[in-house]
Every structure is written in C-alpha cells, then in structure tokens.
C-alpha cells in the first residue's frame, strides 16, 4: 500500500458538473488517491457548485469573472490553484480558452475530457457534427492539456455508437454517461503514478502512448 499523501485536486467548471460528480464521488470512496481540494468555476450560476457543496466539497467562483478578460481571469484561477496547492487540474466542462503561458506552467498534470474521439471533431457542437457527418461510431477523449486547443496527448477514449434515430441529446447522454467512466479512470491513473507526463508524452506503466487506450462501450454484437 502506497503511503505517499493523496493528491490536491482542482475541478473546473463552468455548468452541470456531472463529470464533476463522478470524479469527487470516486475521490470520496478512495477509489482515486487524491482529495479534491476545491471545485472551481468560471460562473456563478454553474448548477454543478450546488452539487460540489452538497459533496461538502470547498468551492470557488473566479472573481468578476463575466466581465474580466482572459488575463484576469487567469491570475484569479492561479490563486486559488496555489492557495490550495493543487498538484492535478481536472478541466470538467470548464468553458474558457486558457492561454499558452498559462497552460505551460501546468502542463503535465492538467486535464480535459472533451466529446469526440480526437483529433477528430475539436472544438463545440461535436454531437451535433458526428450527426451530420453521418459516423457511426462516436465518443469522448480525456487528454493532457496543452497550449492547443483539444491537440493535448489523448490518454484513454471511450467509443460508443451512433444509433439510428439518435438525436443529439440521445447521442450527448450516451457519450457522457462513458465520460464519467474514463475521466475517473485516468485520474485515478495519474494519483497512482501509473500515468505521467514525460518529454511532451503521455507515459503509462513505463510505456509511451502513441495512441491512446480505448474502452469500446458499443454492445456485444449477438451471436
Ligand atoms: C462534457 O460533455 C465534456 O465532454 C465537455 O463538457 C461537458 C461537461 O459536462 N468538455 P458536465 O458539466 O460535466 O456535465
């Protein structure tokens, strides 16, 4: 048994908090050697503080964050991050572009779980793309963040697939109902040790992922 002290977790949000959720309850079941230390957000009215404070978790909202610009609104999230020592930043719906310097000096133990199975469909509206675009399989990617929007080494995907008739609230709840599997997992990874950051790589279990594990959550065909 490991006697190194949990991790100092940072959650950032900026809606719902579902994958919020997930990650504080396995950090509460020790399921994830780490402590979420505070859960941060970006808007005040993000529905997934109510959720945090109910966990008795410790939350923060970025100072005058409507109306500031980017520049202030990092050096808000910066201080709550040190005041807090937080060595691990999990990126959990957290709808702020965060600038090249401000990543560099997190790199490496920053994470983003994003819903598309990377490089394919970064940015928004993935459901709704894979929808048009006609795929058949769909699914979400937890990464390391780099100063690239959703280009950061993807650690673990999740796959599931596009049905007939889906819709893209069908489709979105299909996909996040994995994401708050996979995201859990590679933290859980990372508290462990297991999975590091090394030479601008992804590194699990002293191998270097070129590609990304995958978890295949489309159903067993029937024989
Ligand atoms: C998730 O779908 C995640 O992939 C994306 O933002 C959404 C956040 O949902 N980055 P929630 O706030 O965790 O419910």
Same mark, same amino acid.
């Given at each position: 048994?490991?006697?190194?002290?949990?991790?100092?977790?940072?959650?950032?949000?900026?809606?719902?908090?579902?994958?919020?959720?997930?990650?504080?309850?396995?950090?509460?079941?020790?399921?994830?050697?780490?402590?979420?230390? $505070?859960?941060? @957000?970006?808007?005040?009215?993000?529905?997934?503080?109510?959720?945090?404070?109910?966990?008795?978790?410790?939350?923060?909202?970025?100072?005058?964050?409507?109306?500031?610009?980017?520049?202030?609104?990092?050096?808000?999230?910066?201080?709550?991050?040190?005041?807090?020592?937080?060595? $691990?930043?999990?990126?959990?719906?957290?709808?702020?572009?965060?600038?090249?310097?401000? $990543?560099?000096?997190?790199?490496?133990?920053?994470?983003?779980?994003?819903? @598309?199975?990377?490089?394919?469909?970064?940015?928004?509206?993935?459901?709704?793309?894979?929808?048009?675009?006609?795929?058949?399989?769909?699914? %979400?990617?937890?990464?390391? $963040?780099?100063?690239?929007?959703? %280009?950061?080494?993807?650690?673990?995907? @999740?796959?599931?697939?596009?049905?007939?008739?889906?819709?893209?609230?069908?489709?979105?709840?299909?996909?996040?109902?994995?994401?708050?599997?996979?995201?859990?997992?590679?933290?859980?990874?990372?508290?462990?040790?297991?999975?590091?950051?090394?030479?601008?790589?992804?590194?699990?279990?002293?191998?270097?992922?070129?590609?990304?594990?995958?978890?295949?959550?489309?159903?067993?065909?029937?024989?």
């Amino acid at each position: 048994m490991s006697t190194r002290a949990p991790l100092e977790a940072a959650i950032l949000i900026s809606g719902r908090g579902s994958n919020l959720m997930a990650i504080a309850r396995e950090c509460l079941a020790g399921h994830i050697a780490a402590r979420v230390a $505070v859960v941060i @957000s970006d808007r005040a009215d993000a529905p997934g503080l109510a959720g945090a404070r109910e966990l008795g978790l410790e939350t923060a909202v970025l100072k005058s964050a409507e109306s500031a610009g980017g520049a202030a609104l990092e050096v808000s999230l910066a201080a709550v991050l040190e005041a807090h020592g937080c060595d $691990v930043i999990a990126l959990a719906g957290f709808m702020r572009i965060l600038s090249g310097p401000f $990543v560099a000096r997190y790199v490496g133990r920053m994470f983003n779980i994003h819903p @598309s199975l990377l490089p394919g469909y970064r940015g928004l509206h993935t459901h709704r793309r894979v929808l048009e675009a006609h795929d058949t399989v769909h699914g %979400a990617s937890v990464h390391f $963040v780099t100063a690239e929007l959703d %280009a950061g080494p993807v650690v673990l995907q @999740s796959r599931v697939a596009v049905m007939p008739g889906d819709t893209e609230a069908t489709l979105s709840a299909r996909v996040q109902a994995t994401e708050h599997i996979i995201y859990p997992r590679v933290l859980g990874w990372f508290a462990e040790r297991r999975l590091v950051w090394r030479d601008g790589a992804a590194w699990l279990d002293g191998r270097r992922l070129d590609t990304p594990i995958v978890e295949d959550f489309r159903a067993t065909p029937r024989s």
